[in-house]
């Protein structure tokens, strides 16, 4: 979120020449505010991530932890000790609802950002240095995107590790299945932001200032940082935010086929492994962690496409 | 047009030969090792015996030796066995391919048949309420899990309702096409729903496009009825765009179905493909994963054909393949 300071300045000083009374920040809010389904997605992201920090305090409320089983609790309807009701071995759903919840945020942003990492770095040498170098990074972005993406992520995140020379005290510690599916999801999502990316860049490099900045003897490094970047920014800030969206739903995936975020570490996606044997004892197990994981893909859609209006409008398809 | 075909299935095949060898060496790093396996499900086995097991297979040589056996061998026509299923790769394979295809292919007409009339319905009267609900529900659309989805429908219509199968392919010992079409419908309604909203977008934006053009101002001065230019004159020239944004989600539609496969028991290639890999089963891992991405290749290629036949601009000979 910090990313999009230096997009609006940008972006609202081209458009800011029409209504010179308004600010170029101010005009990006208002532009922003009238897009009501990302206003609102927006505010529920935003206690999402405050529910889900504070879980820790949830636990001390309720006094279980997302680890804890009753096995005499098992499929227990709502209580005021388990404001959700219980699993099938017993341990408090929403206390793993919230704990799933950091996991898929932290998942999402860090592979997006990643990604968007990746994408920026190749989309900046293809679109910069052109030629061959640009035909074949776009030949390899093409060829990815049509690939069926799915079984090559299944397979690397069931790849042993220990057959790669990692110590198996890492391989096998809980946290290894966080780290690894970051990496994996992202190898595979950069590939929007390197068109972006490439596309900005490609036309950036023919601008007058670009050639007059070359001609003052600028490095091609201070070139893409200075110039070519700051354009791009605002599409890169979407792209970002709608990968995150889609990046959570590849990881939930990956959990719910049991090669994602592994126990005892709670996801969206793993909470709902069980969820098929047991729709005809438990359809509310079922329920919740999907309805999360689909609330939340749609606030980053509806955030991304109110803030493409809001910091790129001339790109925006929906108010051309 | 035959220049055009000819690079396109060479490249086809350069992309597969690089894909074999990828998978073959990702494949060497999954848990598990085929020796192991055959230890454990026989404990008569010895140590010498593991030995010379692995020497009877190749397995005590360099991972790329293997693979270039693996591929000398392919190319001859020998994939191997199926650990699994103890039937030849192929035989494996192939009946699931037509699966899938079947499964793919209804998929693409249905969420053709409900994204066309929403798309175009939405680019002729942008910024309505029905635009506006329609672009809500395609957010929908592109926002849901996949094995939710799936998960509520079974819910609904097999446990609730009773109306469908919940899993599976057919009766047990029916072998009539008729008695298939229950196992298809949820299957094909989730990946429909999950693939429409997506296309539906990208029609609204190419419809939309298309509208604007003067050569449409200009069939309507000249008095073509509302329908002809909308369906005729517009639709033809943004076919073009929409035709490109299917041929890319081919690859995106196998990754669904891999999900809906696995969760309604449907024997396809993305039930093989997790099965497989969840199961040690490489060598049907390595040729599942080849045949789905062949076919997604060979679709691309349709698709490229079918761009030529739409615009006339574009001729094979000028067309960098």
Same mark, same amino acid.
């Not at chain 2, 650990?83 to 039937?87: F, G, S």
């Not at chain 2, 219509?157 to 047990?172: D, I, N, Q, R």
């Given at each position: 979120m910090t990313m999009q300071d230096p997009a609006p300045t940008l972006e609202a000083e081209q458009s800011g020449i029409t209504q010179p009374a308004q600010t170029p920040l101010r005009m990006v809010v208002r532009r922003f505010l009238r897009h009501r389904a990302a206003v609102v997605s927006a505010v529920f992201l935003l206690l999402l991530v405050l529910i889900c920090v504070a879980a820790p305090l949830f636990e001390v409320w309720l006094g279980t932890t997302f680890v804890d089983q009753d096995l005499f609790g098992?499929?227990?309807?709502?209580?005021?000790?388990h404001p959700l009701g219980q699993d099938?071995?017993?341990?408090?759903v929403l206390i793993r609802l919230l704990y799933g919840g950091r996991v898929s945020l932290l998942v999402g942003v860090a592979a997006a950002l990643c990604a968007a990492l990746i994408g920026s770095l190749v989309g900046l040498l293809a679109g910069f240095y052109g030629g061959r170098l640009d035909a074949l990074l776009m030949r390899f972005t093409d060829g990815i995107i049509a690939l069926p993406i799915l079984p090559f992520l299944i397979i690397l995140s069931a790849i042993d590790l220990k057959k790669l020379g990692v110590p198996s005290a890492i391989a096998l510690s809980d946290e290894v299945s966080l780290y690894r599916i970051v990496i994996v999801v992202s190898l595979f999502g950069w590939t929007t932001v390197a068109r972006l990316v490439r596309g900005g860049a490609l036309s950036v490099r023919q601008r007058e200032y670009v050639r007059a900045a070359l001609a003052l003897g600028a490095s091609n490094a201070r070139i893409m940082r200075v110039h070519v970047l700051p354009n791009v920014v605002s599409p890169i800030v979407v792209a970002v935010t709608l990968s995150i969206g889609h990046l959570i739903l590849v990881e939930s995936t990956l959990s719910y086929l049991g090669v994602g975020i592994q126990l005892p570490l709670p996801s969206w996606g793993n909470m709902l492994v069980n969820a098929q044997d047991l729709?005809?004892?438990?359809?509310a197990l079922a329920i919740y962690p999907g309805l999360m994981i689909f609330l939340t893909v749609i606030a980053f859609n509806f955030l991304g496409d109110g803030l493409q209006d809001a910091l790129d409008p001339r790109a925006g398809s929906r108010r051309s | 047009m035959a220049r055009f075909l000819t690079e396109r299935l060479l490249q086809a095949l350069l992309v597969l030969l690089v894909m074999s060898f990828v998978v073959y060496m990702l494949i060497g790093l999954m848990p598990g090792d085929p020796i192991d396996l055959m230890i454990a499900s026989d404990p008569n086995l010895t140590a010498a015996d593991a030995v010379r097991l692995k020497a009877l297979y190749g397995l005590d040589k360099p991972v790329i030796e293997r693979y270039f056996n693996w591929l000398m061998a392919a190319l001859s026509g020998d994939l191997g066995y199926s650990? @699994? %299923? %103890?039937?030849p790769t192929l035989a494996v394979v192939l009946p699931r391919m037509g699966n899938t295809a079947i499964l793919m292919a209804c998929t693409l007409l249905l969420a053709l048949g409900i994204a066309l009339p929403a798309g175009i319905y939405a680019a002729r009267k942008p910024y309505t309420k029905l635009d506006t609900l329609v672009n809500f529900l395609c957010f929908g659309g592109i926002s849901m899990p996949s094995f939710w989805l799936a998960l509520l429908l079974i819910i609904l219509? %097999?446990?609730? @309702?009773?109306? @469908?199968? %919940?899993?599976?392919?057919?009766?047990?010992g029916s072998e009539r096409f008729a008695d298939r079409l229950p196992y298809l419908v949820m299957p094909v309604v989730t990946l429909t729903l999950l693939n429409a909203g997506v296309l539906t977008r990208h029609i609204r934006a190419a419809m939309m496009e298309q509208l604007r053009q003067d050569y449409v101002r200009t069939a309507r001065a000249k008095g073509v009825g509302e329908t002809a230019v909308v369906w005729k004159h517009a639709l033809r020239n943004g076919m073009i765009p929409i035709v490109t944004i299917i041929s890319h989600d081919i690859g995106t539609l196998f990754s669904g179905a891999v999900v809906t496969e696995t969760i309604f028991g449907y024997l396809g290639m993305g039930k093989l493909i997790y099965d497989s890999v969840m199961g040690n089963d490489f060598n049907v891992a390595l040729v599942a994963l080849l045949a789905a991405t062949a076919m997604i290749l060979l679709a691309n290629l349709i698709a490229d054909v079918a761009y030529a036949a739409l615009d006339p601009r574009v001729t094979f000979a000028g067309r960098k393949a």
């Open positions: 098992r499929y227990a309807p709502p209580s005021p000790g099938e071995i017993g341990r408090d729709i005809y004892s438990a359809p | 650990r @699994l %299923a %103890a039937q219509f %097999a446990v609730t @309702l009773g109306w @469908l199968p %919940a899993s599976g392919m057919a009766p047990v």
